[in-house]
Every structure is written in C-alpha cells, then in structure tokens.
C-alpha cells in the first residue's frame, strides 16, 4: 500500500514567480500546481491550499486552519502532514505548531529560499524531502519538523541562520535532527522528550507580547509610555546570558509587580540566558529575584511566541515559570 501524505500551502517564496531580471518575487497562483508535479511517484498526494501570503503576513487564524486541516488529514488515513511556508518566519510557525500538534503522524514545514522559476530552485527537492520525511516510520512520535537542504530539524531548534543561501537553516544547539533519505529519516541524535504542549488551537490573534532588546545605552525608556494595563507580557532580548543595565530594573519591577509576566532571552545566539553566573544589578539573579522568568535557550521570538500561546490559554505566573524551565540552559 503506497504512502499518503497531505499537502497543505500557506504560500512563501516556494510558491513565487520573479521577473526576468531575476528580482521581484510575488505570489504565484499556479507556482503550485507545477511544484506538485514534481512529487516522486509511490506517495498519494492531497492537496489543500490554505492561502498564498508572504510569511511575513502570516497570522495565529491561519495556524488554526493549518491544525484543523492536518488533524483531518491524519484521521481520515494519511500517513503525515506537509505545510509550506514563506522561509522568513518559518521556525516560529513551527515553534508555534509544535505547542499545539497532538497526533503521531509527522508535520513536516518546508519552504525554499528562490522562487519556482529560478534555475536553481531549491523547492521542489525540499517538497520531495518533506514528503519523504512525513511518511518516514522514523519521524513518527517527533512532533513538528523542518525540512530543507536535506536536513530535517526539530522546532523548537531550528533557526533561520541565513536570509540568502538555500543552506539558510540550522539547529542550536544539537544540529540537524537526521538527514533525508528516500525510505526513511536517518536519526543523527535521540531527540529529548516533547515539552508540554497547549490544548486546542491559537485564537485569532493573541495577547499583545512586545519584544524589547537590550544594549548599550538602552534603558528601557519605551516602557514610560506603554502602561501595564496595555501589555499582557514582555519579552526582553538582553545582553549576554540574559541581562539589562540597571537603569532598566525600575521599570521592569514595575511591570512586574503589575502582574505583567516579563520573560528574558538571550540576543546572543547560541548559549542562552543563565540563572546564577551574575549577581550585579541588571543581572540574571537579579532580575530572577524581580520576578522575571529566562527564556532558556530559547530565542526571543519563540519566547514570546510561546508567552503568547501560554497567555491565551489563561496560565498563571506559576504555569508560564515551569512551562519556561523545560527550555532552561
């Protein structure tokens, strides 16, 4: 019996057609039909577009389509879902989806750095390698994966690294997941349990999260004229393992003891936010001791990501703390 997987398509650059010149790229309509003609023969191919958008206009509504289009999907038979996306926010929608995908089956996100008419276009061999990743025995029980270059990555790793090479994705801090093959998925770590994942979908739009980063002669000074009442949460991306300077603590303990939950990530790329290298004011320890919770490893857009899915779900300071910790580094 041959494989079946579902095709789902919110759009992105895999889906583009360019000028003549080679610049200009816009949504194409009929980009793909064409891209999945391409699919090797052996899988039974469903196909269900959602919408054709840029990723950056890529909002929680769609996500909420995409889950109920997949969950159907695997229900009625299909062995794994596809989705591809515009590249620019591709990790978040899948850090996103990973917090809500329920089912066994693999949702497997692929897109391509250059338009369906480029000579080199990277996607198709990135829609084949998604399929084949979606109805690998191997991926089952994973989640939500990446797959492009060949490589598949787990959400809650995987990174945009690059805004112009086809090689754009990495995963920090492990690496790559497996690598593609034609009848499977071969595994080049045993990943680590699931995190805790969010009942349901994403509402419409979710509770207003701002991300602020943090650097030299930043104080914070946007957070004078936002008042408590009008942010649900902060993100903080700060300095180093996870700091602000010191002039910023006031404003933050404001917040704080508002009830605004504060997250802080590091803006640094790889080692994340620390919990007790630091004790000076601005610090990790002191901005633990405000009532702040580290992001861990993770990056400030899937941390605020991740506040948001927390928010809308209605969990209390204590639940958003422990949900966090699982990210801890």
């Known amino acids: 019996m041959s494989a079946r997987a579902a ?3 919110l759009g992105g650059t895999i889906v583009m057609s360019q000028d003549a010149a080679g610049g200009n790229a816009r949504p194409d309509d ?18 269900q577009p959602l919408a054709n958008v840029s990723s950056s206009d890529v909002r929680p509504h769609h996500l909420a389509a995409v889950l109920a289009a997949a969950r159907t999907a695997v229900d009625e038979g299909a062995d794994g879902v596809v ?11 899948a850090f996103l989806l990973e917090r809500y995908w329920d089912r066994e089956a693999p949702l497997v ?4 750095m250059r338009p369906a008419c480029d000579l080199g276009a990277d996607g198709p061999a990135n829609l084949r390698d998604a399929v084949r990743a979606a109805t690998a025995p ?29 090689s754009a994705f990495a995963s920090v801090p492990a690496g790559p997941l497996g690598i593609v093959e034609r009848d499977d998925l071969r595994l080049l770590q045993r990943p680590l349990p699931r995190a805790a994942r969010v009942p349901g979908s994403p509402p419409d739009r979710f509770p207003a999260v701002p991300v602020l980063t943090a650097g030299l002669d930043e104080d914070l ?20 393992m996870g700091h602000v300077s010191p002039a910023a603590m006031p404003r933050l303990r404001r917040l704080l003891g508002g009830g605004v939950p504060v997250v802080v990530a590091s803006r640094t790329a790889t080692g994340g936010t620390s919990t007790h290298h630091y004790a000076y004011p601005g610090s990790e320890v002191d901005l633990l001791a405000a009532g702040a919770v580290m992001a861990g490893l993770l990056p400030a857009p899937k941390a605020r990501l991740l506040l948001q899915a ?15 910790e699982a990210y801890a580094s």
Request: proline share 2%.
């Open 7 to 9: 095709v789902l398509s």
């Open 30 to 47: 009929t980009a793909g039909e064409r891209l999945l003609a391409t699919v090797e023969a052996g899988v039974r191919i469903q196909a």
């Open 83 to 93: 989705l591809t996306h515009g590249t620019d926010t591709l990790e978040e929608t």
């Open 109 to 112: 996100v692929t897109g391509a």
């Open 138 to 166: 191997s991926a089952r029980g994973l989640g939500v994966l990446v797959v492009l270059d060949g490589h598949a990555h787990l959400a809650d790793q995987v990174t945009k690294a690059s805004s112009r090479s086809v």
């Open 221 to 240: 000074e946007l957070l004078d004229h936002l008042p408590p009442e009008q942010l649900r949460g902060l993100v903080i991306a700060g300095v180093g």
């Open 310 to 324: 927390l928010l809308a779900d209605g969990a209390d300071a204590v639940r958003i703390r422990e949900v966090f």
